[in-house]
């Protein structure tokens, strides 16, 4: 813990313990009901039992790597919900021939995704679709009594809505009984044996009877699947029933923050309807910081400190997404944290009114010569690493408390190991 100066004597510093901790995607397969290998990825928190699972089910025609897909699985890990997503049979990495799938396949590997879990680790209790990944996980959901929650997005009411993305080939396959269609840039060969599974699917009659939490998030400006198909969803499904309008996405969600959004709402709302409570267990490595950022995602880092989870980024000057403070503005976020704790620890001591503290704080570098006082080694490129803290003191003090305050920010942990410095040894762990 934080510990504040005595009055006039050093005290020994207790640094409380800081863990940052990756999302860590296992790489793994499982088969289907037709025996086919089916790729997948399960994205797990590292540092606890997950406190939940779930199965994510993509956009037709697309595959477990889509950005969007992605960016929700990993939203939902660091929430601490394990989702398993993969690719549906003949797309991606899966094993099998697309032309011979159809919506009641895409519903079986939903189920079978849903087994491996059972089996493998403990049967899923949220299911998340995307599209026509979403009716089906609703119809698979059906089944699965165990699933407590289903969230989808942009996913049409009918499965026959994905028709009219083949207008043009419907008459060819009717007569021919196939077609070659070119579907977001791609070929694929559609049998007319998939035409007639999306026919006679009453998704009401199913989101009417089976009790589960039903999470419905779509775009009012979605042009593949309209904001109709959201309407007939709740008006038809019975309480708790939730809607969340999706403002400015597109349907695929190409935005990252789109995506991160959903995932962080799916997961708000799913823990009102998880089994257990969250609980966080003991670090499964002896190191206290630890600290991962894959390939796929730029400079976006995730971070765990104790219990809780943060964003770290770069600015977009740089290449980054801006989507949280970079490295150097968490180094100041930690010295300003320490100084505002540290002055209320000490005036809480001493029994003085002080109401409250900001303190504002710039990282950069400077030369020497402008930092007379300035004890830093200077680096290779002349200049000397800086911080400018500026503190405001609110509340009834005299001058002489102030001042004192001011001499007591110097002393907090935080403060005292920057100037110090820090000895990092470096070792690469294979």
């Not at 997948?40 to 950005?67: G, I, S």
């Not at 699965?144 to 993305?165: C, F, K, N, Y």
């Not at 770290?312 to 801006?322: I, Y």
């Not at 029994?351 to 504002?360: A, E, G």
Request: aromatic letters at 8%.
């Amino acid at each position: 813990m934080l510990a504040f100066p005595a009055d006039d004597r050093g005290s020994d510093v207790h640094l409380k313990y800081i863990t940052l901790l990756c999302m860590p995607t296992e790489r793994i397969s499982f088969t289907n009901h037709e025996g086919h290998e089916l790729a997948a990825r399960l994205e797990v928190p590292a540092d606890q039992d997950p406190l939940a699972y779930a199965v994510f089910a993509h956009c037709f025609t697309c595959n477990k790597n889509l950005p969007a897909a992605t960016n929700i699985s990993r939203t939902l890990a660091s929430a601490g919900i394990a989702v398993l997503r993969f690719d549906f049979t003949g797309l991606g990495q899966s094993e099998g021939e697309f032309a011979k799938t159809n919506f009641s396949t895409n519903i079986t590997d939903i189920i079978a995704a849903y087994q491996y879990l059972q089996e493998q680790h403990e049967a899923p209790q949220l299911m998340v679709g995307h599209s026509l990944g979403g009716a089906a996980v609703v119809f698979a959901a059906a089944q699965l009594p165990e699933v407590r929650g289903v969230a989808i997005v942009g996913s049409p009411s009918e499965p026959a809505h994905v028709t009219h993305l083949m207008d043009e080939a419907l008459e060819d396959i009717g007569a021919r009984g196939f077609a070659e269609v070119v579907i977001a840039g791609r070929n694929f060969r559609i049998e007319s044996h998939f035409i007639e599974s999306l026919k006679g699917k009453d998704i009401g009659d199913i989101v009417r009877d089976w009790r589960k939490a039903f999470l419905i998030m779509h775009s009012p400006i979605d042009n593949v699947v309209g904001i109709e198909n959201a309407a007939n969803y709740y008006r038809k499904a019975l309480h708790p029933k939730s809607f969340v309008s999706l403002d400015g996405a597109d349907h695929i969600l190409t935005k990252k923050e789109d995506a991160d959004y959903v995932g962080n709402v799916i997961a708000s709302w799913a823990t009102r309807y998880l089994v257990r409570p969250r609980t966080d267990r003991p670090l499964k490595s002896d190191f206290q910081v630890v600290a991962s950022l894959h390939q796929e995602d730029g400079y976006t880092t995730k971070i765990k400190a104790g219990k809780h989870y943060l964003t770290a980024d770069e600015p977009t000057s740089v290449g980054g997404d801006d989507y949280g403070p970079s490295p150097y503005e968490l180094l100041s976020s930690a010295l300003g944290a320490c100084t505002v704790m540290t002055l209320h620890m000490y005036a809480r001591r001493k029994k003085w009114d002080l109401q409250q503290v900001q303190v504002h704080l710039n990282y950069g570098k400077i030369h020497p010569e402008d930092c007379q006082e300035c004890t830093a080694e200077v680096g290779k490129d002349g200049k000397i690493n800086h911080i400018e803290r500026q503190i405001d003191l609110e509340g009834d003090l005299s001058p002489e408390q102030r001042s004192r305050l001011l001499e007591i920010a110097d002393r907090c942990p935080v403060h005292r190991t920057l100037e110090a410095g820090v000895h990092v040894t470096t070792r690469l762990s294979h």
